[in-house]
């Protein structure tokens, strides 16, 4: 008989994400919504950093010109490379502007 009454109460079904934490807060879903978005700018950033990091390294030293056509050749490649993750944002847009 005591051992039923130390039990404890059945616990809730929660989401748990990463390390067991409880994912159903409003501050993760939050986040859920705009991952797309942080994601595909710090892709951006990165390979604006890489584009600049090797022109530096081939010579040219120039901050006007390396930041110019760094920006040039970062926009130019992230066109092509980072499609899926400017799809996955007009995505995520898309589905917040309707509901």
């Not at 990463?18 to 919504?33: K, M, Y």
Request: glycine share 10%; net charge positive; charged share 20%.
């Amino acid at each position: 008989m005591r051992s039923e009454r130390c039990k404890a109460p059945p616990a809730k079904s929660v989401s748990r994400g990463v390390a067991g934490v409880d994912r159903s807060s409003t501050g993760w879903r939050n986040l859920d919504l705009v991952r797309p978005i942080l994601v595909y700018t710090a892709s951006r950033l990165g390979l604006f950093a890489v584009t600049l990091g090797v022109l530096y390294l081939i010579g040219l030293h120039n901050p006007l010109w390396l930041l110019v056509i760094s920006f040039a050749i970062s926009g130019v490649a992230s066109y092509v490379l980072l499609s899926g993750q400017r799809d996955a944002v007009s995505r995520q847009i898309s589905e917040r502007h309707k509901g």
